[in-house]
């Protein structure tokens, strides 16, 4: 009855065996892969929060007791532009590529604008930024209402890293010519 | 014998899980303790005396108050003109200070200065710390001219 011949019983365990590490094999390889993938993601996503939130320490420099941020316009007639200066201070062992500036004028009306002057660690930068120019139609209006200023922890064509959870706050900027 | 095998299994599994949770925990405390030490500027005190500065130099007096050594500083100064190019300064100088001693300093400047601040910098495992918590700052009123 039974007249075809099968594999002997030792070449189908091997059989079965190789078959079974190179399941194994595939199966432990692609798992490894993906998870150094998902390590490196994490790593990487927590060294940026540590750096954020430990290694960064920005603040306005004081100098007499006043902090060293102001407005002010050059030129006259209606043209010229609308300034701001500041000196941030970076007292964190981490270096900022530069800082976001997001400003809401008098009536409330926000603009941004991003400065790539590096600012190293445990140093201070100048900031000198020109926000508008005084006779476009965006209606900037000075004094700004508000400042929050963000250090950019880096900076590429497609994309800007910014860390929010160490920005500075101001509500209060006088003219440049009071300080 | 299934059980053994079993059981020999799970121990093996959890062994390997306990080491790389050890491994992984011990490594993160080591970078965070790396980054941030707190309790090492805790112990670190300077104190500022006599600064008075001339036209090119300025001068003072820096004791180490507390009771860890002092390896340096970073000089930070201010000038008086804020559109000049140097009106932002900053330089790390080098100078062992140990507990209660006092150096006497000068050091070149340009200008004016309405502001100076010195940041002591430890050394602790091969690294230097700086004690931003423990500057010093003296203002324009405090810089007389020698």
């Known amino acids: 009855m039974l007249t075809k011949k099968g594999v002997s019983p030792l070449i189908a365990t091997v059989l079965l065996l ?52 102001c407005y002010n316009r050059t030129g006259s007639d209606g043209f010229g532009l609308n300034n701001l200066e500041v000196i941030v201070q970076n007292s964190g062992s981490a270096n900022a590529e530069g800082i976001r500036v997001f400003i809401l004028d008098y009536n409330e009306r926000p603009t941004t604008v991003d400065d790539l002057t590096p600012l190293g660690a445990h140093n201070r930068t100048k900031y000198n930024l020109n926000i508008t120019k005084t006779d476009d139609t965006s209606n900037f209006e000075f004094p700004p209402s508000k400042i929050i200023i963000s250090p950019i922890i880096k900076h590429t064509r497609e994309s800007v890293d910014i860390c929010s959870d160490n920005r500075i706050e101001i509500e209060e900027i006088y003219d440049c010519d009071e300080i | 014998m299934s059980w053994i095998l079993i059981f020999g299994m799970v121990v093996a599994l959890s062994f390997l899980l306990y080491n790389w949770s050890i491994e992984q925990a011990t490594s993160r405390t080591e970078e965070l303790s790396k980054r941030t030490d707190p309790l090492t500027c805790q112990e670190i005190g300077i104190s500022v005396d006599g600064a008075c500065q001339t036209s090119t130099t300025i001068i003072m007096n820096i004791s180490n108050v507390e009771t860890y050594d002092v390896e340096g500083f970073i000089f930070r100064s201010i000038g008086i003109y804020p559109d000049l190019v140097d009106y932002l300064d900053s330089t790390i100088i080098y100078i062992e200070l140990f507990p209660g001693e006092t150096e006497h300093l000068i050091l070149l400047k340009k200008g004016s200065l309405s502001q100076i601040e010195l940041v002591p910098i430890v050394t602790k495992n091969n690294k230097n710390i700086y004690c931003e918590e423990q500057t010093v700052v003296k203002e324009v009123g405090e810089l007389k001219i020698c």
């Open chain 1, 18 to 69: 190789v078959f079974a590490l190179t399941l194994g094999g595939i199966v432990m390889n692609f798992t490894q892969t993906s998870t150094i993938e998902l390590r490196d993601k994490a790593s990487d996503k927590m060294e940026r929060g540590l750096t954020c939130s430990l290694d960064l320490d920005l603040e306005i420099l004081e100098i007499g007791s006043r902090e060293y941020i």
